[in-house]
C-alpha cells in the first residue's frame, strides 16, 4: 500500500492557462474524491468518483473544471482558463465502498495563478 | 446537510498540557464523525473515527473523542502534548449514505516548549 499520491505537487501558471493535476488512488479503493482548499479554511467538497463513473459533481465545480476517471483507475482534474481565484490546494482521496467512510487523503497539488 | 463548526480557529498549548478541540456537528441523521490532521504542505491523515459504534473512540498519536449525541458534539482530546502535535486539526462529518465530507474550519494547535 503505497499511498494516494498526487502529481505534481505544485504548479504555477499564468491567467487564462489549461492546467491538468493527475490523482492514483490506493490500488484496491474504487471510489475516489476531489476537494479544493483554500489558505485558512477545511476542504471543500468538489466532486466524486465511483470506479468510473462520476456521481456527484458540486456547485463549486464550474464549467471550466473537469475531472475523469478513465478505466477506475487514476482521475485527472483539468482546470480550463483559469483565474486567480483558482489558485489552492486541490486534495484527492480515495475509499473502500463498504460502510466506513474512511477516505484517505494525497498530499495535494498547490495550484498558484498568477 | 451536514455541517461543522470548530470552536476556536487557534489554540496554544504547553508541553505536556491538556490538548482540547472543539467540535460540533448538525445532521439530520446519525452522522460519522472523523479527525483529521494536516501538517504544513500536506495532505490530511486521519486522526479517528465514529461510526455508531463505541462513543469514545481512540485513535492514533494518543487522541481521543468522545461522541456525546444529546450534545451533537465529538471533541478531540490528547492528555499530555508533544512538540510534534503541532499541526492543523480538522473535524468532518458525513451522513450515512452520502459520501462526501464536510470539514470544519480547522484549528492550529501550537505547542510551546
Known sequence: DTGVSQDPRHKITKRGQNVTFRCDPISEHNRLYWYRQTLGQGPEFLTYFQNEAQLEKSRLLSDRFSAERPKGSF????????????????????????????QYFGPGTRLTVT | ?????????????????????RCNYSSSVPPYLFWYVQYPNQG????????????????????????????TSFHLTKPSAHMSDAAEYFCAVSAAGDYKLSFGAGTTVTVRA
Open chain 2, 44 to 71: 490530511l491523515q486521519l486522526l479517528l473515527k465514529y461510526t455508531s459504534a463505541a462513543t469514545l473512540v481512540k485513535g492514533i498519536n494518543g487522541f481521543e473523542a468522545e461522541f456525546k449525541k444529546s450534545e
Open chain 2, 1 to 21: 446537510a451536514q455541517s461543522v463548526t470548530q470552536l476556536g480557529s487557534h489554540v496554544s498549548v504547553s508541553e505536556g498540557a491538556l490538548v482540547l478541540l
Open chain 1, 75 to 102: 482521475s485527472t482534474l483539468e482546470i480550463q482558463r483559469t483565474e486567480q481565484g483558482d489558485s489552492a490546494m486541490y486534495l484527492c482521496a480515495s475509499s473502500l465502498d463498504t460502510g466506513r467512510y474512511e
